[in-house]
């Protein structure tokens, strides 16, 4: 009986079962979610980096840079519980990006070369808070620190005649102030001859500038700093405008200090391109920049938005934060050696 020759066809391909595909979507999803949860963060980082923050609300949403930089722990966790590499090392570059935002805020600089050796110079920068601020508390505040040079904003009528019952002018006989309504005074208060400056114009909040006459230092310029916060499109543009016409460091002119509640920090771009022309901001350069100088009330986490600027031929040697009761800033002091003359 003859044996079959015939040869065996190879067995039909399976057909894809729906129980397969469902585990195949199961499989993706923890990968999609991890991707989702990185976007918001992903998109804060292109902003601040960018410096796509010229308007409002990115103005404003931009100064909570801090705060995202803290919750970036959140997708990186979740990306760490999905086990999908991808999104793993998404989140640890973006985890890298805010701590490159933030760290040098806590580091301090090196001292400037040469090391400069001329005069000490104390500037104190305070919000009196619409006027509000305790007197008593500024003026003896100012003696106890030696303060030389104080920049206030928010410098009312009533709050100028107080600050002067309580004996300011007798420690800083030397002013140019411009007391206004509401925020939109200012003025500088020295222990050193001032010679005002006109400032550009058209800006309200006032901005006093002045030339300041300390003995066995170069020139020196000060400037009182006060722009309304960009909490609306139209302040957005003036608070942009006053910055921008702030001047930039000069380091072949004059030793330049800006002080004041700039209502910016260093995520804001503005902010960063003054920075850029030259100057220091004297909290960072001791390791203090990210210490919140402005808060809604106690106990709620603030935003640093108290500076004091100077040039890069200036030495910072110590700054300090000081509560004054009446005001939702602090007083910033920054202990300053200016270049020999």
Not at 23 to 36: E, G
Not at 202 to 217: K, S, T
């Amino acid at each position: 009986m003859g044996r079959s020759t015939g040869t065996t066809s190879p067995p039909a391909q399976a057909e894809a079962s729906p129980e397969g595909g469902a585990a195949r979507r199961r499989w993706r999803l923890p990968s999609v979610l991890a991707w989702l949860l990185l976007t918001p963060w992903a998109l804060w980082a292109l902003l601040r980096g960018f410096g796509l923050d010229g308007g409002f609300p990115l103005a404003a949403a931009v100064t909570l840079t801090p705060y995202t930089a803290v919750t970036v722990v959140l997708p990186l966790v979740a990306a760490l519980l999905t086990r999908r590499w991808r999104p793993v090392a998404a989140a640890v570059a973006l985890t890298a990006v805010f701590a490159a935002f933030l760290v040098p805020r806590a580091l301090a600089d090196a001292p400037p070369d040469p090391v400069p050796a001329g005069p000490r110079l104390r500037v104190l920068t305070l919000n009196l808070g619409l006027g509000g601020a305790d007197a008593h508390t500024v003026v003896e505040l100012v003696r106890t620190t030696g303060t030389d040079l104080l920049s206030l904003q928010e410098l009312t009528p009533d709050a100028a005649a107080a600050l002067t019952a309580e004996g300011l002018d007798e420690l800083l006989p030397h002013a140019v102030a411009d007391p206004g309504p509401g925020g939109t005074g200012g003025g500088l208060y020295s222990r050193h001859p001032l010679t005002e400056r006109p400032g550009p114009a058209g800006h309200l909040p006032a901005m006093p500038w002045a030339d300041v006459e300390v003995a066995g230092a170069p020139a020196v310029e000060a400037v009182s700093v006060h722009p309304f916060p960009p909490t609306g499109t139209p302040r957005t543009r003036n608070w942009t405008a006053y910055l921008e016409d702030l001047p930039p460091a000069d380091p072949d002119g004059a030793v330049r200090i800006l002080a004041g509640d700039f209502n910016a920090t260093h995520d804001h771009s503005v902010f960063r391109e003054l920075l850029d022309s030259g100057y220091t901001d004297a909290a960072d350069a001791v390791g203090n920049g990210l210490a919140p100088t402005w808060s809604p009330r106690d106990g709620v986490p603030g935003l640093t938005l108290d500076h004091v600027l100077v040039d890069t031929r200036v030495r910072i040697t110590r700054t300090s934060l000081h509560r004054v009761p009446g005001s939702d800033h602090r007083a910033l002091l920054a202990e300053l050696v200016l270049p020999a003359a």
